[in-house]
C-alpha cells in the first residue's frame, strides 16, 4: 500500500491526486522548462501511526525498510539488488588533515552498481513494473544509465539509454554489460534527453531518466539516504551535508529526507546543505552566490573533470529551495582541487571515489576557509560513486608500477 496523498506544486502549491496523470503542475508548466515540479506528499499522520524510531531500528539496513516513505503500492513488484544501507564512516584521518572535528563520509560507492543512483532506480524500476513497462529508456551520462541497465536486468525488461558525447567509456562499457542498449548521442545531455523524450512517445517506451522535471517519483529514492544518515548517527541530524550536483534533484531529495525525519520527530534539528559543482558547470551555484532565479541562468556549455556534473543549467527551483531552506551554501571546485581530493581521500582513508564525487572534499576545504562551516561543526560529505568508473582520469595521475625481476636484489635496488 502507498501511503502518498497527493503531488503538490513546488512553485504555486497545487494539489493533484496521484491518481492524475500528471508529471508537471499543468499551470506552472507553461511558464517554461523546469517550471512546475511535482512533489509527493505522504500522509505522514498514518506513516506515524506506523512508524517510530524503534520499528525503524528494528529492521535490517537497506533502503526498503524505509518503504512507507517510497511510492510503490505492490511490494510484489519492488526490483532490489540490496542497494542502501550503506556505511557512514567517521573519517579521522582527513578529519585531521582538514582541521574539521567530527567528518563522516556517506559511502554511497558500495552499492550494487557502484553508485548512490541505485537509491533511485529500485524504485523507478519497481514502479515502471507496477505499470507494466516492458521497454524502458533513459538519458545519461553514465551512473544512471548503469543502474537503469542493472535493475532493468533484474527485472527482465529491455532497456535503452541514450548517452551525451561526452560520457566517459568505462560508463558506457558498465550499461552495456548490464544488457543495455547504448545510442551515444552526437550532442549535449539536453539534446539526447529531448530525444529520449521524443522516442518514448513515439514507441511508447517508459521514460525513467532521473529527472523530476519528467516524472515526481523519479529521485524518491534518495530521501533514503537522509534516513540512513539520521539513524546512523544516533538519530541526530549533522550540522551540515554536503553534496555534489547536476540537476539538483538528489540535493533536493536528500532535504526531503530530513525534513520528513524532523516532521515525525525522529529528529530534533535539521543539517544545513551544501552544494558542490566543478567550475566551469556551475549553474546552480551561479544562481545562489548571485541571488538568481533558477530561469535566470542562461544556459551554457559545461566543462569540468567532474564528468557526472556537467551541466550547464538549472532544471528547476527544487534545489534552490533546499539551499534557502536548510540555510545552505553552494560553492564550486576547480579541476585541480578536485583531483588532489579525490588523491587525499583515497590515501587518508582508502575510499576511492569518481572525481565528482570528490568535490565534497574539495568544497568542504573551500567552506572551511571561507569561513561558513566551522571546525566544530559535524559534516556529513556524501560520495555518490566508485572511483573505478572513471580510471582514465586516475590513470593520469598515478605512477607507473616498478618493473622488476623476480629476485631480492632486484627487489633491494629499487626500493
Ligand atoms: C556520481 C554522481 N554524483 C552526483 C550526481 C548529481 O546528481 P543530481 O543530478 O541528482 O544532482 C550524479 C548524477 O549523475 C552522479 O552520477
Ligand atoms: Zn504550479
Same mark, same amino acid.
Given at each position: &500500500?502507498?501511503?502518498?496523498?497527493? *503531488? ?11 491518481? +492524475? ?48 516513505? *517510497?511510492?510503490?503500492? +505492490? ?26 572535528? =567530527?567528518?563522516?563520509?556517506? =559511502?554511497e560507492t558500495v552499492n550494487p552498481t557502484f553508485s548512490f543512483k541505485d537509491r533511485a532506480f ?11 513497462? =516492458?521497454?524502458? #529508456? ?26 551525451? /558525447? ?9 550499461? !552495456? ?16 534527453? &529531448? ?13 525513467? !531518466?532521473?529527472?523530476?522535471? *519528467? ?9 533514503? *539516504? ?20 547536476? /540537476? ?40 545562489? @552566490? ?13 566543462? !569540468?573533470?567532474?564528468? #557526472?556534473?556537467?551541466?550547464? &543549467? ?7 529551495? !533546499?539551499?534557502?531552506?536548510? =540555510? ?5 571546485? /576547480?579541476?585541480?582541487?578536485?583531483? @588532489? ?34 571546525? +566544530?561543526?559535524?559534516v556529513v560529505c556524501v560520495v555518490t560513486g566508485s572511483g573505478l568508473k572513471v580510471l582514465d582520469v586516475a590513470m593520469d595521475m598515478c605512477a607507473k608500477p616498478v618493473q ?12
Open positions: &500500500m502507498s501511503f502518498v496523498r497527493s *503531488l503538490k506544486c513546488i512553485d504555486c502549491g497545487r494539489q493533484y491526486s496521484p491518481g +492524475d496523470s500528471v508529471s508537471i503542475c499543468t499551470q506552472c508548466s507553461e511558464k517554461g522548462l523546469g517550471f512546475g515540479l511535482l512533489d509527493p506528499v505522504y500522509d505522514y499522520d498514518k506513516i506515524g501511526e506506523k512508524l517510530n524510531r524503534d520499528t525503524l531500528q528494528d529492521r535490517k539496513p537497506s533502503l526498503w525498510k524505509y518503504k512507507e516513505f *517510497l511510492p510503490i503500492s +505492490d511490494e510484489s513488484k519492488i526490483v532490489s539488488l540490496q542497494e542502501g544501507g550503506t556505511p557512514l564512516i567517521k573519517c579521522e584521518n582527513l578529519s585531521h588533515e582538514i582541521g574539521i572535528k =567530527n567528518l563522516y563520509i556517506k =559511502n529500485t524504485v523507478i524500476i519497481s514502479r515502471a513494473l507496477e505499470q507494466g513497462a =516492458n521497454i524502458v #529508456a533513459a538519458v545519461s551520462d553514465g551512473n544512471a544509465g548503469s543502474s537503469a541497465a542493472a535493475y532493468s536486468a533484474k527485472a527482465g525488461i529491455k532497456c535503452y539509454v541514450f548517452t551525451p /558525447s561526452f560520457a566517459v567509456s568505462s560508463k558506457i562499457i558498465q550499461m !552495456t554489460m548490464y544488457g543495455a542498449k547504448v545510442f551515444s548521442v552526437k550532442g549535449s545531455l539536453i539534446d539526447a534527453g &529531448m530525444l529520449v523524450i521524443e522516442a518514448c512517445e513515439k514507441y511508447g517506451w517508459f521514460n525513467i !531518466t532521473t529527472a523530476k522535471v *519528467l516524472n515526481p517519483y523519479q529521485t524518491e529514492g534518495h530521501k533514503t *539516504l537522509a534516513y540512513e544518515i539520521c539513524e546512523q548517527l544516533g538519530w541526530k541530524s549533522p550540522d551540515w551535508v554536503i553534496s555534489p550536483v547536476a /540537476s539538483g534533484d538528489s540535493l533536493g531529495a536528500i532535504w526531503k529526507g530530513f525534513k520528513e525525519f524532523h516532521a515525525l520527530g525522529f529528529i530534533k534539528g535539521l543539517p544545513r546543505i551544501a552544494a558542490v559543482q566543478g567550475q566551469g558547470a556551475e549553474p546552480l551555484v551561479r544562481a545562489f @552566490k548571485e541571488g538568481k532565479q533558477f530561469f535566470e541562468v542562461e544556459q551554457f556549455e559545461p566543462e !569540468t573533470i567532474a564528468d #557526472a556534473l556537467c551541466i550547464g &543549467m538549472v532544471l528547476g527551483s527544487w534545489p534552490l529551495n !533546499t539551499l534557502k531552506e536548510s =540555510n545552505g551554501n553552494a560553492v564550486a571546485v /576547480s579541476d585541480e582541487e578536485i583531483l @588532489k581530493a579525490q588523491r587525499l581521500l583515497a590515501t587518508k582513508e582508502g575510499i576511492f571515489v569518481e572525481p565528482s564525487s570528490a568535490t565534497t572534499i574539495a568544497g568542504l576545504r573551500r567552506l572551511i576557509n571561507q569561513g561558513i562551516i566551522d571546525k +566544530d561543526e559535524t622488476i625481476e623476480p629476485s631480492m636484489s632486484e627487489l633491494e635496488k629499487v626500493l
